[in-house]
């Protein structure tokens, strides 16, 4: 079974503190991606990596930045955390970058900021 | 006006009854319909997926496009109180790789 793995269920942390969420898989899958969502507005797409060291944005990359060194680790970076990054984060992994290729969840990691 | 329009309930059923979900969406490019399932606490996972127009079963589920309406429903049968969770649509095949989510409905089954 391929299993994500997100490094926190929950994280609260004050504005302006610099955050990390880190992001594993154990399928050897080429694709990685972070999410947020919020109530009402489903998931919305951060960036996501084809491969180590690609990156691409997402919808709603403003405020955020990845880091891709290891194909089986994605992080996410919040560089100066702000009360409106307050959600919860989920990241997902696929084998190739066709879409009908299954997109695998972690658990989501619910950041507070305050 | 958001891309892909979901009710978010909460749509409470008895068991038993069958469960009717849909997703109105404004992007005709759209090719691929997904549908996702997501527990209390956790990731969601994919239930099923469709290329363009149709109907695809899978056991108790029946998922259905209708592109010319740009309308895409999921029916669940003989719904169990195991399928209370919140059921979020997907779409994509506009913008390369990426999905487009809806804000997801939550489902009740009540024994």
């Known amino acids: 079974d391929v299993k994500v793995t997100q490094s926190s269920r929950y994280l609260v942390k004050r504005t302006g503190e610099k955050v990390f969420l880190e992001c594993v898989q154990d399928?050897?899958?080429?694709?990685m991606f972070w999410y947020r969502q919020d109530p009402g507005l489903g998931l919305r797409l951060i960036y996501f990596?084809?491969?180590?060291?690609?990156?691409e944005k997402g919808d709603i990359p403003e405020g955020y930045s990845v880091s891709r060194e290891k194909k089986e680790r994605f992080s996410l970076i919040l560089e100066s955390a702000s009360t409106n990054q307050t959600s919860m984060y989920l990241c997902?992994?696929?084998?190739?970058?066709?879409?009908?290729?299954?997109?695998?969840f972690g658990p989501g990691t619910r950041l507070t900021v305050l | 006006q958001k891309e892909v329009e979901q009710d978010p309930g909460p749509l409470s059923v008895p068991e038993g009854a069958i469960v009717s979900l849909n997703c109105t969406y404004s992007?005709?490019?759209?090719?691929?319909f997904m549908w996702y399932r997501q527990y209390s606490r956790k990731g969601p996972e994919l239930l099923m997926y469709?290329?363009?127009?149709g109907n695809k079963e899978d056991g108790r589920f029946t998922a259905q496009v209708d592109k010319s309406s740009k309308y895409i429903s999921l029916f669940i049968r003989d719904s169990q109180p195991s399928d209370s969770a919140t059921y979020l649509c997907?779409?994509?095949?506009?913008?390369?790789?990426?999905?487009?989510f809806g804000g997801g409905t939550r489902v009740l089954v009540k024994p």
């Open positions: 997902a992994s696929s084998l190739a970058s066709s879409l009908t290729d299954t997109q695998y």
């Open positions: 469709t290329y363009s127009s």
């Open positions: 990596s084809y491969d180590v060291k690609m990156k």
């Open positions: 997907a779409m994509g095949g506009a913008a390369g790789n990426k999905l487009t």
């Open positions: 399928m050897d899958h080429e694709n």
């Open positions: 992007n005709s490019a759209f090719q691929y």
